[in-house]
Nanobody, 115 residues
Framework: QVQLVESGGGLVQPGGSLRLSCEASGNSFSIYTMGWYRQAPGKQRELVASISRGASTNYADSVKGRFTISRDNAKNTVYLQMNSLQPEDTAVYYC?????????WGQGTQVTVSS
């Protein structure tokens, strides 16, 4: 069992930046593929970015060049650095840990981009 706790969300103006963090419990963090997803009101949850156990990354086209995912296995933490935020980035952001068929989700953190 893995528990995930996200933090770092909040209200930011267009063009601003935020860094989300997701800390995992347990001692097997390094072998999980970690991902950030988001869900806006009335929309389906979508992948934002993922990072494999080997640190290979994958990004949604809408965030390429603006968002960066990284992980610190010593701290059991995955990060999402978000720059040049736009109103369309407003959503609840969720952290996910996956290893084969085992999937765990965090509770989510709200990101609101508004002037």
């Amino acid at each position: 069992q893995v528990q995930l706790v996200e933090s770092g969300g909040g209200l930011v103006q267009p063009g601003g930046s935020l860094r989300l963090s997701c800390e995992a419990s347990g001692n097997s963090f390094s072998i999980y593929t970690m991902g950030w997803y988001r869900q806006a009101p009335g929309k389906q949850r979508e992948l934002v970015a993922s990072i494999s156990r080997g640190a290979s990354t994958n990004y949604a086209d809408s965030v390429k060049g603006r968002f960066t995912i990284s992980r610190d296995n010593a701290k059991n933490t995955v990060y999402l650095q978000m720059n040049s935020l736009q109103p369309e980035d407003t959503a609840v952001y969720y952290c996910k840990a996956q290893l084969t068929v085992r999937t765990y989700w965090g509770q989510g953190t709200q990101v609101t981009v508004s002037s």
